[in-house]
């Protein structure tokens, strides 16, 4: 079973607006959540992360929303660039399990100029 | 310092044979990882490592082997390969920490096609 949701496979924005990416999961074991980047022909990188002891962390352009209460966490991206124009997963893991993570199945974002 | 590097880039077997991926890693980590992505799956964890000469499974192990004779170097083996094994293989590297938000630096990965 899939524990770790993103329901859009795609996604659509124009430059310079508000891209919102969400991700759903299942285990109520989860404790934290992580978003990686992904460019074509290259490996995923680290962009922002998140405890479950918090609703929200803000790192530049980026900000997660965690919702407990509805297993749902969603990646704000304000304003919209070219560049952030690539696949973007979600993640999470059991503080219990160290460092294994679930990936969901990735949401591809396109910035429009 | 080259992060984390995996060879080959490409490769195409035929049903049966078998190959060696490598990962190299030049950050002194602790933690190696290998994950295969998948259309429509996102990254799945085949096997991983804490340490030199250590290995445990991940979420789909079966028809892979791992070794981790030297700290930097994390093997992956396919003995006998088949069509369902077609994937992108990424290799992947963290922090002794174990701890869940430890990020994890990938390499470029593979991409490996059974006919």
């Known amino acids: 079973d899939q524990q770790v949701k993103q329901n859009s496979p795609s996604l659509s924005v124009q430059e310079g607006r508000i891209s919102i990416l969400n991700c759903d999961y299942t285990?109520?074991?989860?404790?934290?959540f992580l978003w990686y980047k992904k460019y074509p022909a290259e490996g995923p990188t680290f962009l922002i992360s998140i405890s479950s002891i918090k609703d929200k962390n803000e790192d530049g352009r980026f900000t997660v929303f965690l919702n407990k209460s509805a297993k749902h966490l969603s990646l704000h991206i304000v304003p919209s660039q070219p560049g952030d124009s690539a696949v973007y997963f979600c993640?999470?893991?059991?503080?219990?399990?160290?460092?294994?993570?679930?990936f969901g199945e990735g949401t591809q974002l396109t910035v429009n100029p | 310092n080259a992060g984390v590097t995996q060879t080959p880039k490409f490769r195409v077997l035929k049903t049966g044979q078998s190959m060696t991926l490598l990962c190299a890693q030049d950050m002194n980590h602790e933690y190696m990882y290998w994950y295969r992505q998948d259309p429509g799956m996102g990254l799945r964890l085949i096997h991983y490592?804490?340490?030199?000469?250590?290995?445990a499974k991940g979420e789909v192990p079966d028809g892979y082997n791992v070794s981790r004779l030297k700290k930097q170097n994390f093997l992956l083996g396919l003995e006998s390969a088949a069509p369902s094994q077609t994937s992108v293989y990424f290799c992947?590297?963290?922090?002794?920490?174990?701890?869940?938000?430890?990020?994890?630096?990938f390499g470029p990965g593979t991409r490996l096609t059974v006919t």
């Open positions: 992947a590297s963290s922090r002794s920490t174990g701890r869940a938000e430890e990020e994890q630096y």
């Open positions: 285990n109520s074991m989860f404790d934290y």
């Open positions: 490592s804490v340490g030199e000469g250590t290995t």
């Open positions: 993640a999470a893991s059991p503080e219990t399990s160290g460092s294994r993570l679930t």
